[in-house]
Antibody, heavy 120, light 111 residues
Framework: QVQLQESGPGLVKPSETLSLTCAVF????????WSWVRQSPGKGLEWIGE???????NYDPSLKSRVTISVDKSKNQLSLRLTSVTAADTAVYYC??????????????WGQGTLVTASS | EIVLTQSPGTLSLSPGERATLSCRAS???????LAWYQQKVGQPPRLLLY???NRATGIPDRFSGSASGTDFILTISRLEPEDFAVYYC????????????FGQGTKLEIK
């Protein structure tokens, strides 16, 4: 059973950098694509970006200039860096594993999420 | 960008009833690239269907999906108490930007 666990500071000051990690248990980080998704309080889901163990990444265009997602194979974990945060970045941040079956896709495993508040 | 519009915003039904949730894609979307998720309060989303109609592992067969043109339907044949939650559709069309977008969600509440 694959389990994902996000960790990182729950409070980040405006203009500073948000850094989160997602540890993968029960599976290999090298076997799938992985994404970060966030959800502002009381709002819907927003995809941030994805990464593969080869180093390949894709980002939401609206966040691309501020986001870096990477895979650390030695630690079996995924990382997220978001620079120059504002109050609008306050959200629950989830990591998620991709599946691809006969060309069809989805996010089949999710972490429990971690709330990050951008405030001074 | 592919925009997904879900309707209704809120659906009020009773256990045992049939639920029909809609997701419309603009400008259009192959059914291979549409997934549905269920999210309960305080929990992460749970994958229900991928490829518009394929149930994910462990999903009961009362959940089904269909597609017609740009319209995608999630049907819950007979509502159980644990089905009351928020439902999101998601598109994953290759070559689009952003690669993944979600609908705004439909809240299924007990009447």
């Amino acid at each position: 059973q694959v389990q994902l666990q996000e960790s990182g500071p729950g409070l980040v000051k405006p203009s500073e950098t948000l850094s989160l990690t997602c540890a993968v248990f029960g599976g290999s980080i090298s076997s799938n694509w992985w994404s970060w998704v966030r959800q502002s309080p009381g709002k819907g889901l927003e995809w941030i970006g994805e990464a593969y163990h080869s180093g390949a990444t894709n980002y939401d265009p609206s966040l691309k200039s501020r986001v870096t997602i990477s895979v650390d194979k030695s630690k079996n974990q995924l990382s997220l860096r978001l620079t120059s945060v504002t109050a609008a970045d306050t959200a629950v941040y989830y990591c998620a594993r991709h599946i691809a079956i006969r060309g069809m896709r989805g996010f089949d495993y999710w972490g429990q999420g971690t709330l990050v508040t951008a405030s001074s | 960008e592919i925009v997904l519009t879900q309707s209704p915003g809120t659906l009020s039904l009773s256990p045992g009833e049939r639920a029909t949730l809609s997701c419309r894609a603009s400008p259009g979307l192959s059914s291979n690239y549409l997934a549905w998720y269920q999210q309960k309060v305080g929990q992460p989303p749970r994958l229900l269907l991928y490829g518009a109609s394929n149930r994910a592992t462990g999903i009961p067969d009362r959940f089904s999906g269909s597609a017609s043109g740009t319209d995608f339907i999630l049907t819950i044949s007979r509502l159980e108490p644990e089905d009351f939650a928020v439902y999101y559709c998601q598109q994953q069309q290759y070559g689009t930007s952003p690669l993944y977008t979600f609908g705004q969600g439909t809240k299924l509440e007990i009447k």
